[in-house]
């Protein structure tokens, strides 16, 4: 059972666009929400979180949205960078559980120069 | 350097075998998570402890085993190795049982089962 989704498995941006990167998940639990970046031969990175309390939350470039009801968040990168291609995982917890995260499968972020 | 260090960077072994992957935790993190990254695959989770402990269990198969020691750092043991064990391993880390700032990975062990 894949409680987190990331149904699109790349994405292909030109440089200064905008990219958005979706995520779905099924557990109505989760309350923590995460945005990780893989380079190749690299462990994931954090890059930017959201609570369940909040719809938004930006961090430079970088912006998450949630919503809550249709159970969905999204990642924008504003502008794309061509050092922004890498492979983007979101990932849930409860943060009242064990903060184990559950992620998703990943979106492969390729931004054209 | 994230400060979380995992042992050996590449493994290439044999089916049948048996192996152990090392993790030592950034400095002052109680909590050590292993995930499993199959090709094309998600991170699957596949155990936490905290201090010493067993906190969470995921989809780790029986032939898989974790422990985590007094000093913190932990190792997975992974047993009658198939093909289909091929994969990247990586660890975590987090303060307590986490943080606003999400886990601290190191940068993998390859696992190769030929």
């Known amino acids: 059972d894949q409680q987190v989704k990331q149904n699109s498995p790349s994405l292909s941006v030109q440089e200064g666009r905008i990219s958005i990167l979706n995520c779905d998940y099924t557990?109505?639990?989760?309350?923590?929400f995460l945005w990780y970046k893989k380079y190749p031969a690299e462990g994931p990175t954090f890059l930017i979180s959201?609570?369940?309390?909040?719809d938004k939350n930006e961090d430079g470039r970088f912006t998450v949205f949630l919503n809550k009801s249709a159970k969905h968040l999204s990642l924008h990168i504003v502008p794309s960078q061509p050092g922004d291609s890498a492979v983007y995982f979101c990932?849930?917890?409860?943060?009242?559980?064990?903060?184990?995260?559950?992620f998703g499968t990943g979106t492969r972020l390729k931004v054209l120069a | 350097d994230s400060g979380v260090t995992q042992t050996p960077k590449h493994l290439i072994t044999a089916t049948g075998q048996r192996v152990t992957l090392r993790c030592s935790p950034r400095s002052g993190d109680l909590s050590v998570y292993w995930y499993q990254q199959s090709l094309d695959q998600g991170l699957q989770f596949l155990i936490q402890?905290?201090?010493?402990?067993?906190?969470a269990k995921g989809n780790i198969l029986e032939r898989f085993s974790a422990q985590q020691f007094p000093d913190l750092h932990s190792e997975l043991n992974l047993s009658s190795l198939e093909l289909g064990d091929s994969a990247l391993y990586f660890c975590?880390?987090?303060?307590?049982?986490?943080?606003?700032?999400?886990?601290?990975f190191g940068s993998g062990t390859r696992l190769t089962v030929v």
């Open positions: 959201i609570s369940s309390i909040k």
């Open positions: 990932a849930a917890t409860r943060l009242s559980g064990t903060y184990k995260y559950i």
């Open positions: 975590a880390s987090s303060a307590k049982f986490g943080s606003n700032y999400g886990y601290t």
């Open positions: 557990n109505s639990m989760f309350d923590y």
């Open positions: 402890y905290y201090n010493g402990e067993e906190r």
